[in-house]
């Protein structure tokens, strides 16, 4: 035991609030190193897109050719990217943090509580567009050529990316709410709706009935269509303006509800 | 003293999950350079206590400042002035641990340079430096505490708070850990907010002790202090036989001030250790049905303490003595 107070000597470092910025990539460097040291979390991600790109090419291609659609291989490549790029997130990993305890220690800390989603959404974002690119590689393989050029080829890595980026609020928000593994992993399934009920296998002229409803609602059938046009038609903005627009709602409602989730699990109360 | 002078202080501070009063009007004082103990048993209330301190948790009442700066409307001055280990090792396995240490480093504004040379110091000062570069995951249980102690120090913050340190360790580590917390406070002057349920461990350690039992400070004082409030020395009575014959004969012993414990064996309070132990003896020699099997005399402990004013059992948990808790339900969230 010590035997009474001690005289405090000068503290030795002078810390401070490091400001929003450096929290950022601060959160999103430790996001990013965490990739390839947890591959399983990734080749999914990287495997199903070619694996679907493939098959669909194979199996649907003459089907797909009989409806209208002359090049079915650029048709397929944004449907592709779709698979690569949506439900990509670290809300697995956000899930380790605050079972592990590790959350709280980021709490404990100066760091900006916004930093603490951005930062990871951010390191989303990257490993994104990095997904994107194995799936364009297959498709020049295959003979997919961008009406475009290479800023074609840009514009819809990016377009990919902040779709990406849009969905991931879905998982964070889950994984704020519960915080369980389960809970996120079954946050795939949202994935499917949006995925299927759209002109993934056919122009919307060859849907018919309550799924060519839907699709209409679907705001991936926008997506598909702008990242469709960059490809074979070049800059058609008609096209282009309701894709960007199916990304800002859908990243409207899923921020909305991951920051929600946010504020509740670093609430004090 | 006045609050800003302190480095801790709680005032009337009360939390309450839904109809559980987890810390029920804890007042306490801590000054700079001391390192207080927070004695208590499992869910008695140290960690809800301890997040509030650290700025994790609001009171439902009353006030608390740590550094000068109240926990509840200025967290963010808290939060650079106070180093936190909470009571399981909170860290990344997939990162290393100079990893760690440099973001948690950026997170504090320090510069790489600064980190640097901080992240030298406290390799020295936690006896953490060959595991650095490797990923925490192959760490042993002592390595990723000690790591988790370096993380709280980054920012060399004026009050370290450490819930439970020790759980879980193995006789050396803890032996370190013990170790490095009285370097912190005595060649650093960190005041140091201490919690555990091994009386061992607050007595080794603590300056002062409080002790909470059921959200509730019931006890306080330095060690020494609370030993002797309980009386000046402990006589251990263990018999085979009839231990209620036992106790009625003890009792109607004037020298005995008190009985603790039930069963074969029990302890008694008395004022003069050496000149009742005969008297005890002798006593219990005559009871019919009742055989001694060991007595012996020792000095109050901090188990004493407890026992006193809480009614609970001690037991050893492998860990040195524990406290053993009643009131799970008081189990922090």
């Known amino acids: 035991m010590s035997t009474g107070t001690t005289p405090r000597s000068a503290r030795r470092v002078e810390p401070r609030n490091a400001g929003f910025l450096s929290d950022l990539l601060t959160v999103a460097s430790r996001a990013l190193r965490a990739i390839p040291r947890e591959p399983a979390a990734v080749i999914p991600a990287l495997v199903i897109p070619l694996f679907f790109f493939v098959v669909n090419i194979g199996a649907l291609e003459p089907v797909a050719q009989a409806t209208g659609v002359q090049d079915f291989r650029a048709f397929q490549l944004p449907v592709a990217i779709i698979f690569a790029v949506t439900g990509v997130s670290r809300a697995s990993g956000l899930v380790t943090d605050i079972s592990s305890g590790y959350f709280d220690r980021l709490l404990l800390t100066p760091i900006r509580r916004s930093a603490l989603l951005l930062g990871l959404m951010v390191a989303d974002l990257v490993l994104v567009m990095a997904l994107c690119v194995p799936v364009l590689i297959l498709g020049v393989i295959v003979g997919v050529n961008f009406a475009t050029g290479l800023p074609g080829v840009i514009g819809f890595v990016i377009i990919a990316g902040l779709w990406g980026l849009a969905f991931t609020g879905f998982p964070y928000a889950i994984a704020l709410r519960t915080g369980s593994a389960a809970a996120v992993n079954s946050s795939f399934l949202l994935f499917f709706p949006f995925a299927f009920l759209t002109t993934s296998f056919l122009p919307k002229e060859a849907l018919t009935g309550w799924l060519a409803a839907i699709a209409d609602y679907n705001p991936i059938t926008y997506l598909l269509a702008a990242l469709r046009s960059l490809l074979t038609a070049g800059w058609v903005w008609t096209d282009l303006w309701p894709g960007l627009l199916a990304i800002v709602v859908v990243g409207a409602v899923s921020f909305t509800l991951a920051f929600g989730a946010l504020r509740g699990r670093v609430s004090r109360g | ?333």
């Open chain 2, 1 to 333: 003293m006045t609050a800003s002078e302190l480095a801790i202080s709680v005032e009337g501070i009360v939390r309450r999950f839904g109809d559980v009063v987890a810390v029920d009007g804890v007042s306490l004082a801590v000054a700079q350079g001391e390192v207080y103990g927070f004695l208590g048993p499992n869910g008695a209330g140290k960690s809800t206590l301890t997040r509030i301190l650290c700025t994790l948790l609001k009171p439902s009442a009353g006030r608390a400042t740590v550094a000068g700066y109240d926990v509840d409307s200025e967290p963010g001055q808290v939060r650079l002035r106070a180093g936190v280990a909470l009571q399981e090792a909170a860290l990344d396995d997939l990162q290393t641990g100079s990893e760690m240490l440099a973001l948690q480093g950026r997170l504090y504004g320090l510069t790489t340079k600064a980190t640097r040379a901080r992240v030298k110091e406290l390799t020295e000062l936690v006896d953490i430096g060959e595991a650095l570069d490797r990923r925490i995951g192959t760490y042993s249980g002592g390595m990723k505490r000690r790591l988790d102690l370096a993380l709280a120090l980054v920012h060399d913050p004026e009050v370290l708070f450490l819930d439970e340190p020790t759980t879980g360790l193995d006789p050396v580590s803890r032996a370190k850990v013990w170790h490095e917390v009285r370097r912190l406070n005595t060649e650093l002057g960190v005041t140091v907010f201490l919690t555990t349920q091994y009386l061992e461990e607050a007595d080794e350690l603590a300056d002062r002790v409080g002790i909470i039992n059921q959200g509730e400070l019931v006890a306080e004082g330095t060690p020494t202090e609370l030993k002797r409030s309980i009386g000046t020395d402990v006589v251990i009575v263990t018999i085979a036989g009839e231990p209620l014959k036992a106790r009625h004969v003890l009792e109607s012993l004037d020298l005995v001030d008190r009985i603790e414990g039930s069963g074969s064996t029990l302890t008694l309070s008395v004022s003069d250790g050496p000149s009742a132990i005969s008297p005890i003896a002798v006593a219990l020699a005559a009871v019919p049905d009742v055989t001694v099997i060991e007595l012996s005399l020792r000095r109050p402990s901090l188990d004493d303490v407890f026992l006193s004013v809480t009614g609970e059992h001690i037991i050893d948990s492998g860990q040195g003595a524990a406290i053993s808790g009643s009131q799970q339900s008081q189990e922090t969230p």
